[in-house]
């Protein structure tokens, strides 16, 4: 059985960059999971990484019990489901998204790869896709303190800080799932 590869990482370590690439080389599928936010504007990325949903929408899929991974972040909830876990190879989360499937998801192998990027990289890759200084470094403050120990949850921890490292993640994960034996 073909392992779920969740990438952890912090706002603009890449790991949306890193699922693409997988799917674009390997047609591995990403899952694309629900959020509440608005899209980022001139953001094709952000467009391709998520379902934009309102609070109501969210409230049905958590009545209906059908949530597995969820998080919350400036006001906005994130979450993805059973069956768009089931129907995915790559899933995109952060620490607690990464908690709540090594809980509540047992359908198939999860390993999990922490993207390690420094905090400048980070804070200028944001600034490139149009985040404004006040929401980096909001958000570089949040990440700082959300993903301090998430190293300590991951299965594997490769350094994503240039496009070289980043083609290199995209040749070790292929790896993972052509080699993964349960």
């Not at 080389?25 to 999971?33: A, E, N, Q, T, V």
């Not at 990484?49 to 972040?73: G, P, T, Y």
């Not at 006040?134 to 301090?148: G, S, T, W």
Request: proline share 3%; aromatic share 10%.
């Amino acid at each position: 059985m073909k392992p779920l590869i969740a990438i952890v990482a912090p706002s603009g370590a890449g790991k949306t960059t890193l699922a693409n690439k997988l799917h674009k080389r390997f047609g591995y599928i990403p899952l694309k999971s629900y959020t509440t936010r608005p899209p980022r504007e001139n953001d094709d990325a952000d467009l391709s990484s998520h379902i934009f949903c309102d609070m109501n929408e969210a409230e049905s899929f958590l009545k209906q019990n059908q949530i597995i991974c969820s998080s919350w972040f400036a006001d906005n909830f994130y979450f993805c489901t059973r069956d768009q876990l089931n129907n995915s190879d790559i899933y995109v989360t952060d620490v607690k998204g990464l908690k709540d499937l090594q809980n509540n998801y047992h359908d198939k192998p999860v390993l999990s790869v922490y993207l390690d990027v420094d905090s400048s990289v980070v804070g200028e890759r944001m600034s490139k896709r149009g985040d404004n200084n006040e929401v980096i470094l909001k958000r570089l403050q949040h990440d700082a303190e959300a993903f301090k120990d998430a190293k300590n949850y991951v299965n594997f921890v490769c350094d994503n800080s240039t496009q070289d490292k980043l083609n290199e993640n995209v040749e070790f994960i292929d790896m993972l799932f052509r080699n993964y034996r349960r």
